[in-house]
């Protein structure tokens, strides 16, 4: 009876591995088109690039921002929902000097982070990302501007 139990467990777990890295591979590949598409209209505005296709799909957002230190964010969406997220963080020691650089990868579904990879030291908060992410889109969707 309790080998039947591990046995279990051990078809369970690896069912639910098998589909995150199912869901994994297909982000990247999702990551991947949308780079490579030409189509898509850059839109500036302030310290982010929208990413959209002429009927106003939001796709992509790359945002920067510099203080005592540098930071850079691309957000991946489909059909308005984070799905990717690329965080890069670097750490001045001096004005012009760069100390530390950290790089994390972050994959969602349905709002859930599902994989990290290159998280160091707790810098990153996945939840503070998808909340940051969550915040321009609806600046990149531009529905702040349709609520007033």
């Known amino acids: 009876m309790k080998k039947s139990k591990y046995l279990l467990v051990l078809i369970v777990f690896v069912l639910v591995s098998c589909s995150n890295i199912n869901i994994i591979s297909k982000i990247d590949d999702y990551v991947c088109e949308i780079d490579n598409r030409k189509d898509l209209i850059k839109?500036?505005?302030d310290r982010t690039i929208d990413f959209s296709d002429a009927n106003g799909k939001l796709y992509k957002?790359?945002?920067q921002v510099e203080s005592d230190s540098i930071q850079k964010y691309d957000f991946?969406?489909?059909?308005?929902k984070l799905i990717f997220a690329k965080v890069l963080k670097a750490i001045r020691k001096e004005k012009s000097e760069i100390d530390t650089i950290v790089k994390s990868e972050m994959y969602?579904?349905?709002?859930?982070?599902i994989?990290?990879?290159g998280e160091k030291s707790g810098i990153f908060d996945a939840k503070e990302i998808y909340l940051l992410a969550d915040v321009f889109t609806v600046r990149g969707l531009g529905t702040e501007q349709k609520n007033q």
Do not use: V, W
């Not at 991946?76 to 308005?80: A, D, G, I, P, S």
């Not at 969602?108 to 982070?113: A, N, R, S, T, V």
């Open 115 to 117: 994989k990290q990879i």
């Open 76 to 80: 991946y969406y489909k059909e308005e």
């Open 108 to 113: 969602f579904d349905k709002g859930i982070l």
């Open 43 to 45: 839109t500036e505005m």
């Open 61 to 63: 957002i790359i945002i």
